[in-house]
C-alpha cells in the first residue's frame, strides 16, 4: 500500500508542476495539449462520462498519468473559480 501510495503522491507532484509551469494548454472542446518530460501528448475528455485520456505511453498502459492528472487538476481549480 505505502508504495502504491508514493506513486500516486509523484504522480499528483508531476501534474501540479505541468499545471503550475503553465504546460497545459486547452485547445477547446474538451482537448488539451500537455508538454511533458518525453514529449508533448494529448489529453481528451469525453463529454458524456467526463473521463479522460491520455496518448502516453503510461496512460495507455496503467490508465493513469501525470498529463492526465494535470488536467483534472486544471479543470478543477477552473471550476472552483467560476
Do not use: I, W
Not at 496512460?59 to 498529463?67: A, D, M, P
Amino acid at each position: 500500500m505505502r508504495l502504491r501510495q508514493r506513486r500516486s503522491d509523484v504522480l499528483y507532484e508531476k501534474a501540479r508542476y505541468l499545471v503550475q509551469s503553465g504546460r497545459v494548454e486547452p485547445l477547446g472542446n474538451g482537448v488539451y495539449n500537455v508538454v511533458g518530460e518525453h514529449g508533448t501528448y494529448t489529453v481528451a475528455q469525453d463529454p458524456a462520462t467526463g473521463k479522460l485520456s491520455c496518448n502516453c505511453q503510461g496512460f495507455l498502459g496503467k490508465r493513469r498519468c501525470s498529463h492526465s492528472q494535470a488536467v483534472a487538476l486544471l479543470t478543477a481549480k477552473h471550476h472552483k473559480s467560476h
